[in-house]
């Protein structure tokens, strides 16, 4: 009875450890924006497995980079889950990844240098390039400096979401997180390596294979990664830093955010792109942030029915364009690889293979 009850209460503990390390994150950085004096709001954004056990309602212990930490409420998303004010977070289209956003608004004591920081428990099982994932923590800072010569400063924010997504093929994936400074401050990127509660032992960055390469231009942040060699998850940390000019003409750095992104790589074969369409138009510009022209033959028919497909070959949406409208916009879908299955009144077809960015 005594082995029974102990065995029982071990399954217990295990269990809740288990749900304690379930929140799958993928993925996050910290943003924040100056409001007046020394008072600025600091959003927490992570991207986590969707499913049971990753509610993660609130952050209970966020560092804020004076030593100070507080308790900051998920404020995206309905509230149906969640309680006390606070949000569900809102789950990415498909439904398996979860963004979820905690803001909050601090005053600081005054000049000084601040990283502002995150961990959390713990990362996605089987990320190809970080041994045993799912035992290793996420963690990422933004340094915020606020100087009594320089003005005050608001971090880079993104236009695009730090999960992306490309298939194994002989090309090579691209990714930019497209940021932008409202304070008009230059930007310089690296990538470094990921982190948990400290280094992640055996942790690499992804690999090209035989003649292949991943790197970054420090100067547009586009990730170049020639060419994926296995299906999987990838984690790669982002290093965006500012520089701003003081009052003698030299560049400074002001602050900078890490951004950990995750770039999941498949096998791509639910659709097959028509290699010999080029002669029937084009669809521009690819990759495109969300606004598509259609210059294709196929429309002379007068409307044409276009599908968008995932690269599992699974319908995500169905439009119809004509001639004297030829656009389409992919706004609202998460960035990675699409295909266009056009479809003429003649049942014509041609298919595109499009990149969101």
């Known amino acids: 009875m005594f082995r029974t009850r102990l065995y029982l209460f071990i399954l217990f503990v295990v269990g809740l450890y288990s749900a304690s390390n379930a929140q799958g994150y993928r993925a996050g950085d910290i943003t924040y924006k100056?409001?007046?004096g020394y008072t600025y709001q600091i959003k927490y954004t992570t991207y986590t497995t969707n499913g049971p056990g990753t509610y993660q309602c609130s952050i209970d212990s966020a560092c804020l980079g004076d030593g100070a930490h507080a308790v900051v409420l998920r404020s995206n998303g309905a509230s149906v889950l969640c309680s006390g004010g606070a949000h569900d977070?809102?789950?990415l289209p498909g439904g398996?990844?979860?963004l979820n956003e905690y803001a909050t608004t601090y005053t600081f004591g005054g000049p000084g240098n601040y990283n502002i920081c995150f961990e959390g428990a713990n990362r996605n099982a089987g990320v190809i390039n970080i041994p045993n994932s799912v035992n290793n923590t996420m963690s990422f800072e933004s340094s915020l400096?606020?100087?009594?010569?320089?003005?005050a400063n608001s971090s880079p924010t993104f236009a695009n979401l730090p999960i992306a997504y490309g298939c194994l093929s002989s090309s090579c994936f691209t990714y930019n997180p497209m940021a932008s400074d409202i304070d008009g401050?230059?930007?310089a990127y690296e990538i470094t390596n990921c982190t948990g509660s400290g280094p992640i032992v055996g942790y690499t960055f992804p690999s090209g294979g035989a003649g292949g390469s991943f790197s970054i231009n420090p100067a547009t942040g586009t990730i170049t990664w020639?060419?994926?060699q296995l299906s999987g998850d990838y984690n790669v940390k982002m290093k965006i830093a500012e520089w701003r000019k003081d009052l003698g003409g030299v560049p400074t750095l002001i602050g900078y955010v890490f951004r950990d992104n995750q770039f999941i790589i498949s096998t791509c074969t639910g659709v097959n792109e028509n290699k010999d369409d080029e002669q029937n138009g084009s669809v521009f510009p690819?990759?495109?942030n969300g606004i598509l022209n259609i210059d294709l033959e196929i429309l002379n028919e007068g409307k044409a029915m276009i599908q968008i497909l995932n690269s599992l070959g699974e319908v995500l949406n169905t439009e119809h364009v004509s001639i004297?409208?030829?656009t389409l916009n992919i706004e609202q879908l998460p960035n990675g690889i699409y295909f266009l299955k056009i479809t003429g009144n003649n049942n014509t077809n041609i298919t595109k293979k499009i990149i969101k960015q």
């Open 34 to 36: 100056w409001l007046y």
């Open 89 to 91: 977070g809102i789950p």
């Open 96 to 98: 398996a990844i979860k």
């Open 145 to 151: 400096i606020i100087s009594p010569i320089i003005a």
């Open 185 to 187: 401050d230059s930007l």
């Open 226 to 228: 020639c060419n994926p």
């Open 286 to 288: 690819n990759p495109t």
């Open 324 to 326: 004297q409208n030829p």
